[in-house]
């Protein structure tokens, strides 16, 4: 989160998270001052959480961030998200737990956490990125990097880490041949060609930011990839929510199925999508998406679909969760890249 208007975003994230999770919750926010400022104010409200809550705030300066693109030395982003965007890339080196989730700030829970955690046990031990697969998806201006989202990942940070995803000027110094080399370098190469036309300069042709990226990836390394099902990416970009909405509470399931769209030729053909996290991206125009014109349009679909469920959650008060016996714990910890720690213990 780099701004306060991702961190207003990354609020509403979090409290759906505390407002349904049947599991302890623990959060690593990589965000600016301000972001955390702000954070800080809303959860130290929660006094009586229902269960356990952590929260770690990671604040690398924008020189460190930058300084991690230099070493790495291929990448560059076109997106809007700018270099704090690129970061998605290199979370694992942040943050020190062996996986996690990422969720962009513009999406809230519906339903309960735990179920989106529960995934991670049902991976082969070869997966170290899940995230929502589109094949049905054609743009050919983007790569085709639509057919993928990085909004919503299941992470293991512990086999990235060993994989050593990202290069690094660092790693290319150490001659001691006891290391693996980074993995993305060859994946960039096969899906972009040489970085800068010749080799010696940034990838100009990547296109959607670190999405882009990670769709080289995966499209490279399949078999540390798999799909997410849907009902954890109800997106409003380019799938309108699946045609799904609230309303019709006595719908079965095949009638329900039988209504919503963009499934053929998907991993989620054939079964239907039960939503869990709603996704509001695309929606332009204004900075923090809770604030988009179109929620005060009563003729617009997405509005007329989940403008219910955004005013519940966004009004929903922080004091109201205080409603258990659990603890809230808020530490602030260092931001140190995995080359820099390397460099360090091998003393380069």
């Not at 909405?245 to 039960?274: H, K």
Request: glycine share 8%.
């Amino acid at each position: 989160m780099w701004s306060k208007s991702s961190a207003i975003e990354g609020a509403l994230l979090i409290k759906s998270i505390l407002m349904y999770n049947s599991s302890p919750s623990e959060f690593h926010v990589v965000c600016d001052e301000e972001a955390e400022n702000y954070l800080r104010a809303r959860l130290t409200l929660v006094v009586r959480p229902r269960h356990d809550v952590s929260v770690t705030f990671y604040k690398p300066t924008w020189q460190n961030m930058l300084g991690r693109i230099e070493r790495e030395g291929t990448i560059k982003t076109d997106h809007s998200a700018g270099l704090p965007g690129l970061m998605k890339l290199f979370l694992h080196e942040i943050i020190p737990v062996e996986k996690g989730i990422y969720i962009d700030t513009d999406a809230f829970f519906i339903s309960d956490p735990t179920l989106l955690w529960d995934v991670f046990a049902t991976l082969k031990p070869s997966i170290s990125v899940v995230m929502s697969n589109h094949p049905d998806q054609n743009a050919p201006e983007w790569n085709h990097a639509s057919r993928i989202c990085s909004c919503v990942m299941l992470l293991h940070l512990e086999r990235l880490r060993n994989q050593r995803l990202m290069d690094s000027t660092i790693y290319r110094a150490d001659t001691s041949h006891l290391f693996p080399p980074a993995l993305a370098p060859e994946a960039f190469r096969a899906m972009y060609g040489l970085p800068g036309g010749d080799g010696y300069g940034r990838y100009d042709n990547v296109r959607l930011g670190d999405q882009g990226y990670w769709w080289a990836i995966v499209s490279h390394r399949p078999d540390i990839f798999e799909p997410l099902s849907y009902d954890f990416e109800v997106t409003s970009c380019l799938l309108n929510t699946y045609n799904i909405g609230l309303g019709d509470d006595d719908i079965n399931e095949s009638v329900e199925l039988s209504r919503q769209t963009f499934l053929d030729g998907t991993p989620q053909e054939g079964t239907v999508i039960l939503p869990k996290l709603l996704h509001f991206n695309c929606l332009h125009g204004t900075d923090v998406y809770m604030d988009w014109e179109g929620w005060s349009n009563p003729d617009d679909i997405l509005t007329q679909r989940w403008g219910g469920a955004l005013k519940y959650h966004r009004g929903y008060k922080w004091i109201w969760l205080n409603s258990g016996k659990g603890t809230l714990r808020l530490e602030t910890a260092s931001a140190v890249f995995a080359d820099e720690q390397f460099a360090k213990g091998m003393n380069l």
